[in-house]
């Protein structure tokens, strides 16, 4: 199916966390208030991530590698729970069922067959580009980005369709990589552009998903699908991008990053919408004009720029006051949606004073 083995998709999170002692040692798991976070306080050692057929290996930083100073989690992160549940008591999704189920329009328009269509593509790995309007432009590796100090963190996921996951994520958050970037004083957004491939990915070449090939023209860096444009494209205001909580997420379960979740990297920003959370980045830019997202492209009514969970505002096709919340293959339950998916605390000051309806 998806390289891993079939039994993960019978065993329980806590199982196949716990049983990774390798990885739990090599990680000095702090207890943080507020929000399920946990900082690795010492480096990788190396070899210790698993061999995996289509992942890409977690090369180990230089011993060097420590949290970055002077970035102190602000109050609203600071906070504790373990690993095998999100600060609110809800446990994590199996590892098997999070690789398998999902998005990812490049392979599939399905959400239970994602990842059965990703099937055994490996991504290049990561030559992360980051440009525009900042004093260094650089080209980062993935150990380039580990330096900068990788992080634990339990983040609720939502899909704007109203399907709901807990995942344990790695990785780095973007505003370190930002702060090494500098930004300059023209900088308003963040721009996030994904992997154009035609070649492997199926859903970037002409005639995919029922559409004519004659209608799909390519050509001008970017190929167009029916109502696809590609690259998937995302951005976030540049606030939004420096906050704590927004993450370059490079693996799951202390796992590196399965090609379905979209290894090498993705963003992943939990208080918004699943598809603000851009797989398989290429590149990084910092813009001055708000981006326009794949997604507002193709479905302009359906979605905006900003995707902020919210259960008082309805999208067109799907209230969204409750969600169905995913332990393994069968739904756990359905629950009230929460505001700004639970970070409500942490990201509500963001927004102050502006309209949520109509800024949807
Ligand atoms: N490049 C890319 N990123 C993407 C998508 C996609 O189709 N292509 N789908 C988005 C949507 S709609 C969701 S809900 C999440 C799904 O992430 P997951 O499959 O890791 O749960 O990825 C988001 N990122
Ligand atoms: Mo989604």
């Not at 552009?193 to 860096?221: H, I, V």
Request: hydrophobic content about 35%; charged content about 25%.
């Amino acid at each position: 199916m998806d390289g891993e083995e079939p039994a993960a998709l019978e065993i329980t999170p806590e199982r196949a966390y716990l049983n990774r002692r390798d990885f739990l040692r090599r990680s000095g798991i702090l207890a943080l208030g507020g929000l399920a976070i946990a900082r690795c306080t010492g480096p990788y050692v190396p070899g210790t991530a698993p061999a995996e057929p289509g992942a890409v290996p977690v090369p180990a930083p230089p011993s060097s590698a420590e949290d970055t100073a002077g970035d102190a989690p602000t109050p609203s992160t600071v906070g504790a729970t373990d690993l095998t549940h999100d600060e609110l008591g809800n446990p994590v999704t199996t590892l098997g069922f999070i690789r398998s189920y999902g998005y990812y329009y490049e392979f599939s328009r399905e959400r239970v067959r994602m990842g059965e269509n990703v099937g055994d593509y490996a991504p290049p790995k990561l030559e992360l580009q980051i440009g525009g309007l900042v004093e260094r432009p650089m080209t980062l590796r993935l150990d380039d980005l580990l330096r900068l100090g990788e992080e634990q963190r339990v983040y609720r996921h939502r899909c704007v369709e109203c399907w709901a996951m807990v995942i344990p994520w790695t990785g780095v958050p973007l505003r370190r990589l930002l702060e090494e970037a500098r930004p300059t004083a023209a900088a308003r957004f963040v721009r996030f552009e994904g992997r154009l491939d035609p070649k492997r990915m199926p859903g970037q070449q002409p005639g995919a998903y029922g559409t004519r090939p004659e209608d799909d023209p390519g050509g001008m860096g970017a190929t167009v699908v029916g109502p696809y444009r590609w690259p998937y494209v995302e951005g976030l205001r540049l606030d939004e991008a420096l906050h704590d909580l927004t993450l370059l997420a490079t693996g799951i379960y202390g796992r590196p990053l399965h090609p379905a979740n979209g290894a090498p990297l993705r963003l992943v920003v939990p208080w918004k919408y699943g598809f603000k959370s851009i797989k398989n980045i290429t590149r990084i830019d910092l813009v001055e004009e708000m981006p326009v997202s794949f997604w507002m492209a193709a479905e302009p009514l359906e979605h905006g720029f900003y995707a902020n969970v919210n259960p008082h505002v309805p999208h067109p096709r799907w209230a969204q006051e409750k969600e169905a919340r995913y332990r393994g293959v069968c739904p756990e339950r359905v629950e009230p949606t929460l505001m700004f998916n639970g970070y409500e605390d942490a990201v509500a000051r963001l927004y102050a004073g502006m309209d949520l309806a109509e800024n949807y």
